[in-house]
């Protein structure tokens, strides 16, 4: 229960961060680029790119690379933007931490970690996308769940709807 009411409190606070009370604020405007994953981290992606034998993925100015499997149309998401996505994570040794069932995650985007605000700012609605993230873009040095310290994530992300 408690970790219940700690999400929604930070979820009311994420929507209350991207709440616009004057039309020329610009409170949602992002630099996809301003955080950098070390050069190190980089490395380590692109040698697990290239021995897993990947070479259609992009790098991206963060030092994420990525793959867009369909670009997707109309709504284009900002930051601060609600996203419903189908999603699968995994970890370079075909672990899945995380996945969707059968229906879609709603998520405000700006309360995500920073690969996947990078990540789904390249496609549009009925997107989808593979992102190869370095650890500082996921979930750093940090254990989180089943995720070990400094993992490499890869996700599969299907963008459904953007609000």
Known sequence: MMKYLVLLCLYSACVLSCYKKDVNTTS???DPCALKAPAAEVTRVENY????GITTAIKHCSGLYYSITSAGADKSPTVCS????????TLTDGTVFDKTGTTPANFNLVS???G????ILLIKKGGKITLYLPPTLGYGAA???NIPPNSILIFDIELVDVQ
């Open 49 to 52: 790119l290239s021995g897993a």
């Open 112 to 114: 995500l970690i920073d």
């Open 28 to 30: 949602c405007d992002y």
């Open 116 to 119: 996947w605000k990078k990540g």
């Open 82 to 89: 609600f996203v419903s996505v189908n999603y699968k994570g």
């Open 143 to 145: 254990q989180n769940g």
